[in-house]
């Protein structure tokens, strides 16, 4: 830990200013050496360790006003534009260091951005995840026409939602650390152009190999730029104000990859599977140059960093740094945090795998449901390809239902962590999964009765709504609750549960058709139904026992509850991956 140096440094280049409190002049020292003087009695390094500094243009505003947060220490006044900054002398590792701090009002600080600006910010990124989403399920759409064309299999055609989920199982296990090394705003804009141009390759592939190795990069670059949002949320949003950016982002997520056959079908009917991806393609690039334009480096610590920088070149001074520069982990123990820590905390970790295979299975549904579908309104009713994408309007409509009901969640969440006389747990956050996520068996169990081509279109129908809210609710309380629990350790943790989400998600297209044809479209969800039932005890179970299987984890020992919870935990700290 760092530990708190005892004098003030010398400043090459600059000049200490500031008021009677913080500076004793040499006329009157003398006098002040014959008086105690009692503030350095009550704490006499408070001053000397810490201070303040500014420079150039923002001078002018402290201009009569220096005494104005004198209680932060003396003003150093450098010779460079810099907004008034906070300073600390610290030592680490046998060095000192100046660490800078911001200011509680420094408009440059992401946490104190106008509610405008962060809206905005939350806009982009829920529509940039959303046509991520769109872009992963759309693809089935036109496999059909795709294999046909180019003279292969099905089974080839269906590689490409594997490859596509499956970049996305691994490719945060190994990229995440290189993310946070560099900023989010590089990530976001490079990902994504680089996840745009993927669709030239897919709308004009010749060969299944072209095709395969497109859909594997645009799923590598689509889950980078997704992993982030939740972080980012975390740098412009204080934790009690994160649910709910954090709930819009999870309701995009699922509503694009639910919605996209609704309309890519009837794109492929007319004019061709190409179009698919090329409509995708074109839609995305206004997007692109939107954040390219827009969108501004959230990550508070990299303003900071560039402050140190400005200070360390003007004043020559090396020990200037920023908080992010002194917690900067070598690569090894941070790919070793984001694979190997997540794949053992999986293995290891009761409440990390059973929400991990909870989430696992509602991602296998809902990739499931690609073939599904079709098998019910094409194969058994007639339906062109174009029609029978309108059912899964009934998906839409499902989770925009749980996102709504989600708020009943947030203020219960809210109530309790306001309350004086209530204990705040992870467990506070299951409340919405408890009453929710039955919805998936239930709506499993009415799908898999009323396939039958001889009954009204609209009982199954119905019957999709909620499936997918209770993949929502699932969605949202395996998040909160094992941030909650884990801490500083629930990246690791989210990790793991997206490695098997989304493995889950890519075999599951592999065996749909034979599945349902084999075992019979109504037993294959009965089956599915009744796993659905027995993993819906999850929630339940884990808020009666789950203060016991964290007083056995060292890793979940820490999360305790009560006030330190309440001032410690944020609310969704981790990014969904």
């Not at 909870?358 to 058994?380: G, M, N, R």
């Not at 479209?521 to 179970?541: D, E, K």
Request: with cysteine; proline share 4%; glycine share 10%.
């Amino acid at each position: 830990m760092a530990e708190i140096h005892r004098h003030t440094p010398t400043i090459p280049g600059a000049e200490n200013r500031g008021d009677n409190s913080n500076l004793t002049s040499t006329k009157n020292s003398s006098t002040a050496d014959l008086l105690p003087d009692t503030k350095q009695e009550e704490n006499p390094t408070k001053n000397n360790s810490k201070g303040r500094l500014a420079g150039g243009s923002f001078l002018n505003d402290l201009q009569g006003n220096e005494s104005a947060g004198s209680e932060d220490g003396p003003l150093t006044e450098v010779n460079i534009d810099m907004p008034l900054t906070l300073t600390e002398i610290i030592t680490k590792d046998n060095q000192e260091y100046i660490l800078l701090k911001f200011t509680d009002g420094d408009k440059q600080d992401p946490f104190n951005w106008s509610n405008g600006r962060k809206a905005w910010i939350t806009l982009l990124l829920c529509f940039m995840t959303l046509f991520i989403g769109l872009a992963t399920t759309a693809y089935s759409s036109g496999i059909n026409s795709m294999v046909d064309d180019l003279g292969v299999s099905t089974e080839l055609g269906q590689l490409g939602l594997f490859c596509f989920n499956m970049a996305c199982a691994l490719a945060p296990l190994f990229l995440a650390p290189f993310c946070e090394l560099v900023g989010r705003r590089v990530v976001y804009v490079g990902a994504y152009a680089l996840f745009v141009v993927c669709f030239i390759g897919l709308a004009l592939g010749k060969n299944i190999a072209t095709i395969l190795v497109m859909r594997t990069l645009s799923g590598l670059f689509g889950c980078v730029g997704t992993i982030l949002v939740g972080g980012t949320f975390s740098d412009i949003y204080r934790p009690d104000e994160r649910a709910t950016p954090m709930a819009c982002f999870s309701y995009v997520a699922i509503l694009g990859t639910v919605g996209a056959p609704i309309y890519a079908g009837f794109i492929n009917e007319t004019i061709g599977w190409r179009w698919i991806e090329g409509v995708q393609g074109l839609s995305n690039i206004p997007l692109l140059l939107i954040i390219l334009v827009s969108l501004r480096e959230t990550r508070g610590g990299v303003t900071l960093h560039k402050r140190a920088k400005a200070l360390r070149a003007a004043t020559r001074d090396e020990r200037y740094r920023a908080q992010m520069d002194l917690e900067a982990k070598n690569i090894s123990e941070m790919l070793h945090n984001s694979s190997i820590k997540a794949v053992h905390m999986l293995a290891t970790e009761p409440v990390v795998f059973a929400f991990g295979l909870w989430i696992a299975f509602a991602w296998f549904v809902t990739f499931l449901f690609l073939s599904v579908i079709p098998i019910t309104f094409q194969e058994k009713r007639g339906w062109s390809e174009g029609v029978a994408g309108l059912p899964y309007i009934s998906l839409c409509i499902g989770v925009t239902i749980g996102f709504a009901l989600n708020f009943l969640q947030i203020r219960k969440y809210k109530s309790i962590l306001k309350s004086r006389d209530r204990k705040i747990l992870p467990e506070s956050r299951l409340y919405g999964a408890m009453f929710g996520a039955g919805f998936l068996p239930v709506g499993l169990f009415i799908y898999s009765f009323t396939q039958y081509g001889y009954l009204p279109w609209i009982a199954p129908t119905i019957a999709l709504a909620p499936i997918s809210m209770g993949i929502f609710f699932i969605f949202e309380s395996t998040y909160s609750f094992t941030s909650d629990c884990y801490g500083e350790n629930s990246s690791s943790a989210i990790a793991g549960q997206g490695l098997m989400r989304n493995t889950l998600g890519a075999v599951a297209p592999l065996f749909a058709n034979q599945f349902f044809h084999n075992v019979g479209s109504q037993y294959a969800g009965l089956i599915l139904a009744l796993a659905g039932a027995m993993l819906t005890l999850i929630p339940f179970v884990m808020f009666k026992y789950g203060h016991k299987l964290r007083e056995r984890s060292k890793l979940a020992s820490s999360q305790k509850g009560g006030d330190e919870q309440k001032e410690k935990t944020g609310l969704y700290t981790s990014p969904m991956v």
